[in-house]
Nanobody, 123 residues
Framework: VELQASGGGLVQAGGSLRLSCAAS????????MGWFRQAPGKEREFVAG????????FYADSVKGRFTISRDNAKSTVYLQMNSLKPEDTAVYYC?????????????????WGQGTLVTVSS
């Protein structure tokens, strides 16, 4: 599966953005999906995961209550709604597909990656 992330940009603290990740191929609905982010000088970290049907989600503590992951299998797209953004949310955001479980948080547990989209939150 090929993944294409979009929707990043510059936003003020307290604002919102919605990221999208479009997948090619007919097997999208068989994958659990995740969003990760990587800030400058830091390791890539898990943000949120969703199971193949969209019925189960899992979040990093740092974004819980502010971010929402969802998916539309008919459109082969996964979303990340980000509200109440903070400067520390600034990072390149990546979507990823896993043949494992949506609650996997390690980079190595995801099989396919998108190219990333930059989110910058100004204070």
């Amino acid at each position: 599966v090929e993944l294409q992330a979009s929707g990043g940009g510059l936003v003020q603290a307290g604002g919102s953005l919605r990221l999208s990740c479009a997948a090619s191929g007919r097997t999208f609905s068989t994958f659990d999906m995740g969003w990760f982010r990587q800030a400058p000088g830091k390791e890539r970290e898990f943000v949120a995961g969703i199971n193949w049907s969209g019925g189960s989600t899992f979040y990093a503590d740092s974004v819980k209550g502010r971010f929402t992951i969802s998916r539309d299998n008919a459109k082969s797209t996964v979303y990340l709604q980000m509200n109440s953004l903070k400067p520390e949310d600034t990072a390149v955001y990546y979507c990823a597909a896993s043949r494992g479980r949506y609650y996997y948080t390690a980079v190595g547990q995801y099989n396919y990656w998108g190219q990333g989209t930059l989110v910058t939150v100004s204070s």
